[in-house]
Protein backbone atom coordinates (compact mmCIF):
# COMPACT_ATOMS: atom_id res chain seq x y z
CA UNK A 1 0.00 0.00 0.00
CA UNK A 2 1.14 3.35 -1.02
CA UNK A 3 1.68 5.70 1.64
CA UNK A 4 1.95 9.82 1.42
CA UNK A 5 5.29 11.41 2.50
CA UNK A 6 4.74 14.81 4.05
CA UNK A 7 8.25 16.04 4.33
CA UNK A 8 9.78 16.46 1.28
CA UNK A 9 13.15 16.67 2.14
CA UNK A 10 14.29 13.01 1.04
CA UNK A 11 13.41 13.89 -2.66
CA UNK A 12 15.12 17.57 -3.10
CA UNK A 13 17.82 16.04 -5.16
CA UNK A 14 15.67 15.94 -7.63
CA UNK A 15 15.57 19.36 -8.69
CA UNK A 16 19.00 20.31 -9.62
CA UNK A 17 18.85 17.39 -11.91
CA UNK A 18 15.54 18.52 -14.09
CA UNK A 19 15.76 20.40 -17.24
CA UNK A 20 16.17 20.59 -20.95
CA UNK A 21 13.97 21.37 -23.68
CA UNK A 22 10.56 20.67 -24.56
CA UNK A 23 9.60 17.16 -24.82
CA UNK A 24 12.82 16.35 -23.28
CA UNK A 25 12.30 12.97 -21.22
CA UNK A 26 14.55 15.11 -18.30
CA UNK A 27 12.03 18.04 -17.90
CA UNK A 28 10.20 15.62 -15.67
CA UNK A 29 12.81 12.38 -14.51
CA UNK A 30 15.67 13.43 -13.01
CA UNK A 31 18.83 13.15 -15.09
CA UNK A 32 21.87 11.00 -13.77
CA UNK A 33 20.43 7.22 -14.34
CA UNK A 34 21.82 4.66 -16.69
CA UNK A 35 18.38 3.89 -17.87
CA UNK A 36 15.04 4.92 -17.45
CA UNK A 37 11.41 3.50 -17.29
CA UNK A 38 8.77 4.44 -19.51
CA UNK A 39 5.29 3.81 -18.29
CA UNK A 40 2.82 3.52 -20.62
CA UNK A 41 -0.60 4.70 -18.65
CA UNK A 42 -3.64 2.29 -20.19
CA UNK A 43 -6.70 4.03 -22.36
CA UNK A 44 -9.88 3.59 -21.58
CA UNK A 45 -11.86 0.92 -24.50
CA UNK A 46 -15.29 2.70 -25.90
CA UNK A 47 -16.83 -0.54 -24.73
CA UNK A 48 -15.19 -0.25 -21.10
CA UNK A 49 -12.22 -1.92 -19.76
CA UNK A 50 -8.83 -0.73 -20.61
CA UNK A 51 -6.29 -1.70 -23.29
CA UNK A 52 -2.39 -1.03 -22.68
CA UNK A 53 -0.49 0.59 -25.63
CA UNK A 54 0.53 -2.89 -27.45
CA UNK A 55 -3.79 -3.92 -27.79
CA UNK A 56 -4.84 -0.11 -29.00
CA UNK A 57 -2.11 -0.89 -31.57
CA UNK A 58 -3.29 -3.96 -32.43
CA UNK A 59 -6.66 -2.50 -32.41
CA UNK A 60 -5.54 0.58 -34.98
CA UNK A 61 -3.34 -1.46 -37.32
CA UNK A 62 0.07 -0.22 -36.02
CA UNK A 63 2.53 -1.44 -34.30
CA UNK A 64 4.18 -0.93 -30.81
CA UNK A 65 7.57 -0.19 -29.78
CA UNK A 66 9.56 1.67 -27.38
CA UNK A 67 9.48 5.10 -29.04
CA UNK A 68 5.72 5.34 -29.58
CA UNK A 69 3.71 7.62 -29.12
CA UNK A 70 -0.39 7.68 -28.48
CA UNK A 71 -1.41 10.07 -31.30
CA UNK A 72 1.14 8.20 -33.64
CA UNK A 73 -0.27 5.23 -32.56
CA UNK A 74 -4.08 5.74 -32.81
CA UNK A 75 -3.18 7.64 -36.07
CA UNK A 76 -3.87 11.11 -35.30
CA UNK A 77 -1.23 13.67 -36.71
CA UNK A 78 -2.41 15.95 -33.88
CA UNK A 79 -0.54 15.17 -30.72
CA UNK A 80 -3.04 17.47 -28.28
CA UNK A 81 -6.16 17.39 -29.91
CA UNK A 82 -6.18 13.40 -31.42
CA UNK A 83 -8.18 15.11 -34.38
CA UNK A 84 -8.48 11.95 -36.89
CA UNK A 85 -8.14 9.22 -34.00
CA UNK A 86 -8.61 5.74 -35.22
CA UNK A 87 -8.72 4.17 -31.28
CA UNK A 88 -12.97 4.82 -30.40
CA UNK A 89 -12.29 5.31 -26.96
CA UNK A 90 -10.83 7.51 -24.40
CA UNK A 91 -6.90 8.35 -24.70
CA UNK A 92 -4.73 7.75 -21.70
CA UNK A 93 -5.52 10.47 -19.02
CA UNK A 94 -2.62 12.96 -18.03
CA UNK A 95 -0.95 13.04 -14.88
CA UNK A 96 -3.01 9.82 -13.47
CA UNK A 97 -2.96 6.39 -13.31
CA UNK A 98 -5.89 4.21 -12.58
CA UNK A 99 -5.82 2.26 -9.46
CA UNK A 100 -5.36 -0.98 -11.03
CA UNK A 101 -1.93 -0.04 -12.89
CA UNK A 102 -0.65 1.88 -9.82
CA UNK A 103 -1.12 -1.10 -7.66
CA UNK A 104 0.97 -2.61 -10.07
CA UNK A 105 3.79 -0.40 -9.84
CA UNK A 106 5.85 -1.30 -6.83
CA UNK A 107 6.53 -4.89 -7.99
CA UNK A 108 8.03 -3.70 -10.87
CA UNK A 109 9.86 -0.78 -9.42
CA UNK A 110 11.08 -2.91 -6.49
CA UNK A 111 12.61 -5.23 -8.91
CA UNK A 112 14.85 -2.34 -9.47
CA UNK A 113 15.67 0.01 -6.36
CA UNK A 114 17.01 0.07 -2.68
CA UNK A 115 15.21 0.77 0.21
CA UNK A 116 14.80 3.93 1.59
CA UNK A 117 11.81 4.08 3.88
CA UNK A 118 10.54 0.03 4.76
CA UNK A 119 7.03 -0.67 3.16
CA UNK A 120 7.07 3.12 1.26
CA UNK A 121 6.90 2.38 -2.82
CA UNK A 122 6.86 6.27 -3.00
CA UNK A 123 10.42 6.03 -0.57
CA UNK A 124 11.97 3.51 -3.29
CA UNK A 125 10.40 5.39 -6.02
CA UNK A 126 12.33 8.71 -4.93
CA UNK A 127 15.24 7.49 -2.28
CA UNK A 128 17.91 9.33 -4.70
CA UNK A 129 20.63 8.25 -7.37
CA UNK A 130 22.25 5.81 -5.40
CA UNK A 131 19.45 3.10 -5.91
CA UNK A 132 20.02 0.79 -9.14
CA UNK A 133 18.60 1.62 -12.50
CA UNK A 134 15.11 0.50 -14.06
CA UNK A 135 16.08 -0.95 -17.39
CA UNK A 136 13.28 -2.10 -19.61
CA UNK A 137 12.76 -5.36 -18.29
CA UNK A 138 10.38 -7.72 -19.69
CA UNK A 139 7.91 -6.93 -16.55
CA UNK A 140 8.14 -3.22 -17.81
CA UNK A 141 7.72 -4.34 -21.17
CA UNK A 142 5.01 -6.42 -20.11
CA UNK A 143 3.33 -3.50 -17.84
CA UNK A 144 3.97 -1.07 -20.91
CA UNK A 145 2.09 -3.68 -23.50
CA UNK A 146 5.34 -3.97 -25.40
CA UNK A 147 6.33 -7.42 -26.74
CA UNK A 148 9.43 -9.08 -26.08
CA UNK A 149 10.94 -8.48 -29.29
CA UNK A 150 10.62 -4.79 -29.10
CA UNK A 151 12.84 -1.98 -27.53
Given at each position: MLRPILDPTPAEWISSRLGGGFGAACRTVPRGYAAYARLCHPAERDRGGWANWSEAAAETGRRAHGAMQ?????????????????????????????????????????????????????????????????????STRRACGIPAAST
Open positions: WHALVGSPDPVNLTGSLWRGSPPGRGTLPSHSLAALPAVLGDHTSTSAPGSALGKATAGPTRRPCPASS
